[in-house]
């Protein structure tokens, strides 16, 4: 079965540079959703979206923006980067939104910021 | 206070023992998730529960919506059930991640 898809999956960036995350839900998923976990933390909602539009906002610096196409898939785009933006991010989808729906996560973008 | 807790943080077991991981939360929740995250960084969702209990292979959840509490059980651990284990809860649509609990069980 199909299941979500993150690209890359590892990226290393300098200081200041910008990165574009990318998220491709499973096929017939409406909704993604957008986590950051730091190096041992527990994952940390950024972002989500429902139908192409933004749905919830979490702990999402300004820096940072997301948006979702017209094929569902989201991108993550990450502005000035800063060495604590070092983190492994996530993307999930869902079939709809909701608190009963499951959240089906991708494999992670480990983003390293040197 | 987290919204979401986990106990115990740290736990080893020989190959073959009952594990049991413990979580509560303080939120009013309509459903909980117990996620697998291995060494590698993916997570998996193990279950979504909303009421009693689900079973999948050696693994069992339960979960009691009055107390504000879930159980994940083990039967059976083995060395490749090594991962940390997260209990998550929604908050509107998004989720809200426990501490994890690291399991690493030996032959």
């Known amino acids: 079965a199909a299941g979500v898809i993150q690209s890359p999956r590892h990226l290393i960036k300098e200081k200041r540079e910008t990165a574009t995350l990318k998220c491709y839900p499973i096929?017939?998923?409406?909704?993604v959703y957008w986590y950051q976990q730091g190096p041992g933390q527990d994952p940390q909602f950024l972002i989500s979206?429902?139908?192409?539009?933004?749905?919830d906002k979490g702990s999402i610096p300004d820096r940072f923006s997301a948006q979702q196409f017209s094929d569902y898939h989201s991108e993550l785009n990450m502005s000035s980067l800063e060495l604590g933006d070092s983190a492994l991010y996530f993307c999930?989808?869902?079939?709809?939104?909701?608190?009963?729906?499951?959240?089906?996560f991708g494999p992670g973008t480990r983003l390293t910021v040197l | 206070k987290n919204e979401v807790e986990q106990s115990p943080q740290n736990l080893t077991a020989q190959e073959g023992e009952f594990i049991t991981i413990n979580c509560s939360y303080s939120?009013?929740?309509?459903?909980l998730h117990w996620l697998q995250q291995h060494p590698g960084g993916g997570i998996v969702s193990l279950f979504m529960?909303?009421?009693g209990k689900k079973k999948h292979g050696r693994l069992i959840a339960t979960i009691n919506i009055q107390e504000k509490h879930s159980s994940l059980h083990i039967t059976a651990s083995h060395p490749r059930d090594s991962a940390v284990y997260i209990c998550?809860?929604?908050?509107?649509?998004?989720?809200?991640f426990g501490t994890g609990t690291r399991l690493q069980v030996f032959p």
């Open positions: 999930a989808s869902s079939p709809d939104r909701g608190h009963l729906n499951e959240q089906f």
């Open positions: 998550a809860v929604p908050n509107t649509d998004k989720l809200i």
């Open positions: 939120v009013g929740i309509s459903a």
């Open positions: 979206f429902y139908e192409k539009m933004q749905s």
């Open positions: 529960l909303s009421s």
């Open positions: 096929p017939r998923h409406d909704t």
